[in-house]
Nanobody, 113 residues
């Protein structure tokens, strides 16, 4: 099993920055790729971007050039710059193994003036 725990969410003004962290524990060797998702109220969960071990990250169009995903051992990060009100959502860390995926509990990001 794999456990994922996000942190770093909060409230920020438009144009500000936040860095989300996801700490993975358990049998993390089974994870094939990692990703961040988000879900705004009333919307479906959407993929923000992801990273495959040894490969570059990819990003959804709305966050390209503003968000950066990185990984360091058992930590996954999401650096968010130039935040906009439409980035307000609960952000989830996701790890995909061959047979199943694992989700964190989510962390709230609110962008508001």
């Amino acid at each position: 099993q794999v456990q994922l725990l996000e942190s770093g969410g909060g409230s920020v003004q438009p144009g500000g920055s936040l860095r989300l962290s996801c700490e993975a524990s358990g049998n993390t060797d089974i994870i094939i790729n990692w990703a961040w998702y988000r879900q705004a109220p009333g919307n479906q969960r959407e993929r923000v971007g992801g990273i495959i071990s040894g490969a570059r990250a990819d990003y959804a169009d709305p966050v390209k050039g503003r968000f950066t995903i990185s990984r360091d051992n058992n930590m996954l990060y999401l650096q968010m710059n130039n935040l906009k009100s439409e980035d307000t959502a609960v952000y989830y860390c996701y790890g995909r193994a061959r047979l199943k995926g694992y989700w964190g509990q989510g962390t709230q990001v609110t962008v508001s003036s």
